[in-house]
């Protein structure tokens, strides 16, 4: 069973902006009477994250190249 999408974006954050490792989030997680393994964070939550937003960052990117070209020529 997959997770809202509001609950990986706050693994997701809580791991990359708040510097939360997985295993600190599954201790969370018990704290707050609902336990998922930090295997289910890692291995299949943030997996399936970074399949979803891979087209969004593959167009930044895109659009990130194409800035910094037009800068260089003007």
Known sequence: RLPISQLLAQVVASEFADHMPFYRQESWFVRAN???SSAT???GWENKVAFE????VN???QDNQTEIMCLAII
Do not use: F, Q
């Open 53 to 56: 937003i891979a087209p969004l």
């Open 34 to 36: 609902c336990p998922i």
């Open 41 to 43: 964070i890692m291995w």
């Open 59 to 61: 167009y930044l990117k």
